[in-house]
């Protein structure tokens, strides 16, 4: 063998090698923003139902002891009814909310598809 050749396969060797650690790279910040994103609404989520819920309940309690004896079966069915069909509307939501994001780590994958199709011959 000789010595351009080592030479040669020396420089594709580390190059790869620097090719690669940069998509690692690219993919440990991906992963790290995509925890950071998913901490926040999973946090942010939680206390948005607690407080909601909290302040939901004390509006129909408020709404169903304002209404007459007569009308509090009623007024209870239709605070009860109108929740239900709140949380309904909320989960449509939240699976289109899902549907539409991206898929996680979509630029490590596109470049990593890219150095597949520039390594091939």
Do not use: H
Not at 11 to 31: H, Q, S
Not at 42 to 61: D, E, R
């Amino acid at each position: 063998m000789s010595a351009g050749l080592l030479e040669s396969a020396s420089n594709l060797l580390a190059g790869l090698l620097d090719l690669g650690r940069t998509r690692f790279e690219l993919f440990g910040t991906e992963l790290r923003e995509e925890l950071a994103r998913l901490a926040g609404t999973v946090l942010g989520g939680l206390a948005a139902l607690m407080l909601g819920g909290i302040g939901l309940a004390f509006g129909a309690a408020a709404f169903i002891l304002t209404v007459s004896e007569a009308y509090r079966v009623a007024a209870s069915i239709g605070v009860a009814f109108s929740f239900l069909l709140a949380a309904a509307l909320v989960a449509w939501r939240v699976r289109r909310m899902t549907a539409a994001k991206p898929r996680p780590f979509d630029a490590t994958i596109a470049e990593l598809q890219r150095d597949l199709n520039a390594i091939r011959p």
